[in-house]
Structures are given as structure tokens and as C-alpha cells.
């Protein structure tokens, strides 16, 4: 989950938005896809760097986190639209939990995300925050 | 190739929180229980299957196909963990119905098994979230009620569902839980308490939550032609299927469906070959309240959107149109992950057989049950049947 390694490899894709398209069929993928599910070997995979633009599909507010984020309790967690067409999860921030509407326009941030204690190292990547806010 | 699959003996532990069980006396408990039921030798059994979701993080223990096959007494035979989250109950199920079904296999036990208490609570919570996607849900703080109330929101909002429609959920199946001397929860809850607990994501408060549990489940199958020859009570497996989706819940086309188990459903009805309203009643996978309520609509016990007033009319209690979950449910019986799917099973043999007491349908011919891995990225159905 918040392994090192796992996120070294993932810091364009948590930091920039970087994901992937499908150039055979135009289906952008953000979280990123090796394979079009639509196309598979006869589609042709490559990067794509989504906007940031988004609107909020769902949301929660957490009220029990997991370990390494008690500390942002209570937040809220979205699944986000982008405007160009896929959606993820992330949490939404800079605002009040009553706040936060389905259809809610967001924009990315860069935020820190998770950190390991005291000593520990520092896992950074998007949130989003509202836009009309 | 074989033509019917039969269950001939069914098993339980007590589910809660058992300090003095482990992981390898529940499943053996569970496994003799189901064995006895049978009333055939050990030395018969030609294979075992065993779900369990994750003994490696709950108790340190992986391999455990060997060590249930061990411990259990089954020396030297084909033994397989199947893993698919809270799923592997019921996919273990599948695989040895399978193995029958190809004509390779006579008898098979398999059992369901989770010890999850010998860690901490957040511990196990971590754990468990172990089912949805690391990269992109764990890692920004997404908890399975989060993403379970992720769901509800989009239900309610899709739907007009209320908080009540779902709470009833919880409502009703730890009244059913109060039937069953095997639950975790044998005490009622008030709409009230349920509405009021403590909030756990947002729309989710703890009573719409299944609780961490320890249990196992087991049953033993036979081929038509051996089932007939020493059983006289055998229920019958008429269905078994199985659909994935994403493993992540925002990737899915929309979050206040389940359409890995709308497509499971269809295909068991088909194999089957009966509709919706011809079910008498059904287990299914209630981990949170509206899990409830997006499964009989997936199941066709109602219509798309109406699962929360469908509940609210009480067409789903005991003494309803479809009674679903006689056992408590995940709710109120308890939900030790790999055994979940196991347990709905044996609660559908019973039933089948008229031994469910209390909470007993009348004249239920034909049973489902409705296993879920993760948020939904597995579901697997199976229909069971007395004639
Ligand atoms: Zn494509």
C-alpha cells in the first residue's frame, strides 16, 4: 500500500496525473492500464497527462481511518470524474465535510498523503479541493 | 462427466470472538461436523478445498491446504486454498463442485475458515483492505466501509434510499441473528441504535457494519450417483457461478450497482433454469448494510433502485416474500471472511432440511446464496435445492 518501492515507482502517476490511452480506440485510463480492455493486444498504449479537472461522483467522510492516517481523521474521500473521462479516488480537502456535493467541480492539488512517523519518509500525490470554494 | 453435484454433510463452529479457538481447531471442528453429517469414512474423501482470505496476516500461517488436509486427519490427499477475498468461501465451494462435475472426483470436503481476532482491530482492518486495489484505494486512506458508503451515497442520491431503508438491514438481521444459536450477535438492535451509533464513513455508522469474527464452515459433496446411494436427505447443487469486475471501485461503470453479481445471478438462473420469484429464500452477503440492498436487486428479487423500500415493506424478514438471510447474515451471525461463504451454504442446507427451528422457512424447496469478494470485484452464486 505505502511501501516504498511501490511508490517510487508510481511518483509521475500519484504526483503528476500521469495515466494512459489507448490510441487504437481513444479510452484514457487514470489509474494507468498496460492493456485496453476494449482493444487488449490490438490496442497501442500510451501516456497521457490528465488535466486535474474533475467533479465529485461520491463521496464519505472517514471517521475510522486505517493505520498512518489517524491523524487526518475526520477527511473526506471522493471518487472523482475527470473531465476527460475516468474516475479515482482521492481524498477531497481545504473545505468543510458539509461542503462536498455529488457534481461538486474539483481541481488536483500536491499534498502530502501518508508519512511514517517521526523519522519516517514522506509520501506525497494528488488530493483535490473544491473549485467554486 | 458427472450430471449432479449433492451436499451430504454440513458443519459450523460458533462465530464471535473465540479466544480459545485457533485457526486450525475451528476448520477441524467445522470438518468433522461435516463429516459426521455425512455419515461416510474419512478414507472416502478424494480431495479437499479450503477458502480462506488471508491466515498469512491474520495468524502468520500461509500453506494452509496442507495444513487442514494434516490436521483434519485426510493424510496424503489433493488439497487447494482458494483465495478471493471475502469470497473464498464460496469460490473454494465452486472448485470442488467442479472437480465432481468433471467426473475426476467423488467425494470433497471443503471448508471456509478465518481466525481474525489474534490481531488488533486496526490491524485486521488493514488486513482486510487487502481485498480492494493498494495502489489507488489503500493508499489515500480508503477503509471497506469508505468505499461501502461510497456506494450508499450514489444509492441514495440515484434512488432517494434513506438511511432507515438501510438500517432496516441491520434491523432485521440481527432479529434473525437473536434465532440462531450459532451468531455472533444474539441480541436485537432498534432502528434507533443503529441510526445512532457510532460513525464509521459517512453515511455508515457501526451497526450497518459486519463485525470481525472467527468461525468455520464446512460441507462434504458427493456425485449424484454416490449422494443417492448414502444420503438420504441430500440437497442439491443446481447451480454455481461466478463473475469478476474491477478490482477498484471508481473504475466500475456505476457504484450503486453490483453487476459482477447481476451476471453471476443471470447465469445461475439459467443453469438452473428458474427465475427470480421462484427462490424461496436466500444468503447473502450483507458486509454492509447496502450490501444488502444492492444484492437483491442484482438477484432480481426487486427491481434496480427499490432494494431500500423492498426491505422497508419487510418483504425480505423471515415471514416475507424472499426471506434473505435466516442465519443473521454477515450482520448479525458474523463475518470470519474465508468461512462467510461456507457458512451461507450450510445455512441453505439446513433450511433446505427443515432443521432451522425458529427461524425455519416453510416449505422452502429452493435456496441462493450470494458471496461477494471486496467491494465486488467477485461474486459468486449458488442455487441449492431439496428436490
Ligand atoms: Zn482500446
Redesign the pocket.
Known amino acids: 500500500m505505502t511501501g516504498i518501492a511501490t511508490h517510487w515507482r508510481l511518483i509521475p502517476q500519484r504526483y503528476n496525473l500521469v495515466g494512459t490511452r489507448?490510441s487504437?480506440?481513444g479510452?484514457k485510463f487514470f489509474p494507468p492500464r498496460d492493456i485496453?480492455p476494449?482493444?487488449r493486444r490490438a490496442?497501442n498504449i500510451e501516456e497521457f497527462r490528465f488535466s486535474g479537472d474533475g467533479r465529485v461522483y461520491s463521496y464519505t467522510v472517514i471517521h475510522t481511518p486505517p493505520e498512518g492516517f489517524e491523524f487526518q481523521k475526520p477527511y473526506v474521500l471522493g471518487i472523482i470524474e475527470l473531465a476527460e473521462g475516468p474516475r479515482l479516488l482521492s481524498q477531497i480537502v481545504d473545505c468543510k465535510p458539509g461542503d462536498v456535493e455529488i457534481g461538486s467541480r474539483v481541481e488536483k492539488v500536491f499534498r502530502k498523503v501518508i508519512a511514517d512517523g517521526r523519522e519516517g519518509i514522506i509520501r506525497y500525490g494528488y488530493k483535490f479541493k473544491l473549485k467554486d470554494h | 462427466m458427472t450430471s449432479r453435484v449433492a451436499v451430504i454433510g454440513a458443519g459450523i463452529t460458533e462465530f464471535g470472538e473465540l479466544w480459545d479457538e485457533s485457526f486450525r481447531s475451528l476448520i477441524t471442528e467445522a470438518g468433522t461436523e461435516a463429516i459426521n453429517d455425512s455419515g461416510i469414512e474419512g478414507e472416502k474423501i478424494d480431495a479437499l478445498y479450503v477458502g480462506s482470505m488471508s491466515p498469512g496476516l491474520f495468524s502468520g500461517q500461509e500453506h494452509v491446504s496442507s495444513l487442514v488436509a494434516d490436521h483434519s486427519g485426510l493424510k496424503c490427499i489433493p488439497a487447494t486454498r482458494v483465495e478471493a477475498a471475502c469470497s473464498s468461501g464460496a469460490l473454494a465451494l465452486r472448485e470442488a463442485y467442479l472437480s465432481i462435475k468433471s467426473g475426476e472426483m467423488d467425494y470433497v470436503v471443503v471448508g471456509g475458515v478465518e481466525k481474525m481476532t489474534d490481531i488488533a482491530s486496526n490491524s485486521a482492518a488493514v488486513t482486510l483492505m487487502g481485498a480492494g486495489d493498494q495502489e489507488w484505494e489503500a493508499f489515500k486512506g480508503a477503509t471497506f466501509p469508505g468505499l461501502y458508503a461510497l456506494m450508499a451515497r450514489r444509492h441514495m442520491y440515484e434512488y432517494g434510499t434513506t438511511l432507515e431503508q438501510i438500517s432496516q438491514v441491520s434491523v432485521k438481521n440481527h432479529d434473525n441473528a437473536v434465532l440462531n444459536p450459532k451468531a455472533q450477535f444474539r441480541f436485537r438492535v432498534t432502528l434507533e441504535d443503529v441510526m445512532n451509533s457510532t460513525p464509521v464513513a459517512d453515511p455508515l455508522r457501526l451497526l450497518h457494519c459486519s463485525p470481525i469474527t472467527d468461525g468455520a464452515a464446512a460441507v462434504v459433496l458427493a456425485s449424484g450417483e454416490k449422494a443417492r446411494k448414502v444420503c438420504d436427505n441430500p440437497v442439491w447443487i443446481n447451480a454455481s457461478s461466478c463473475s469478476t469486475d474491477t478490482i477498484a471501485l471508481h473504475d466500475r461503470e456505476c457504484v450503486s450497482r453490483t453487476d459482477a453479481a447481476t451476471r453471476a445471478a443471470r447465469e445461475a438462473y439459467r443453469r438452473a433454469g428458474i427465475k427470480p420469484q421462484d427462490v424461496d429464500f436466500a444468503e447473502v452477503h450483507d458486509c454492509f448494510a447496502i450490501a444488502e440492498i444492492m444484492a437483491i436487486e442484482s438477484l432480481g428479487f426487486c427491481q434496480l433502485g427499490e432494494g431500500g423500500r423492498f426491505t422497508e415493506k419487510d418483504e425480505t424478514s423471515i415471514n416475507g416474500s424472499i426471506p434473505v438471510n435466516t442465519s443473521g447474515g454477515l450482520k448479525g451471525k458474523g463475518h470470519p471472511v474465508g468461512a462467510t461463504g461456507i457458512a451461507q451454504v450450510v445455512e441453505a442446507v439446513t433450511q433446505l432440511r427443515g432443521e432451522a427451528g425458529k427461524r425455519q422457512v416453510e416449505n422452502a424447496k429452493i435456496g441462493l446464496t450470494h458471496n461477494v469478494g471486496g467491494s465486488g470485484g467477485t461474486c459468486v452464486v449458488h442455487i441449492l435445492s431439496n428436490e
Open positions: 489507448c487504437n480506440c479510452n485496453c476494449d482493444c490496442g
